[in-house]
């Protein structure tokens, strides 16, 4: 992970990977310990896992039209 330039190491950038549980463990727990002490990227996080959520309900058929 990298940080944001001039806002110090936040984790926004996988954020998606985070909800898809798509990092290794120390990533995890990473991302887990920042959000706990991030306002912003936890709010990210939300929107992030909403959309996520929301593409679940997504049809095969839905994206053909």
């Given amino acids: ?4 330039p001039g806002e110090g190491p936040h984790v926004r950038h996988v954020l998606g990977a985070y909800v898809l ?3 290794t463990a120390d990533e ?15 709010a990210d ?7 996520v959520s929301l ?3 997504v049809r095969e058929e839905d994206l053909l039209e």
């Avoid at 992970?1 to 944001?4: I, S």
């Avoid at 920042?34 to 936890?42: A, G, I, N, V, W």
């Avoid at 996080?45 to 959309?51: D, F, K, L």
């Fill in 45 to 51: 996080y939300v929107e992030v896992a909403e959309a």
């Fill in 55 to 57: 593409l679940a309900l």
């Fill in 1 to 4: 992970m990298t940080a944001d």
């Fill in 21 to 23: 549980d798509a990092l």
């Fill in 28 to 42: 995890t727990r990473t991302v887990s310990r920042h959000l706990q002490s991030c306002d912003r990227c936890t």
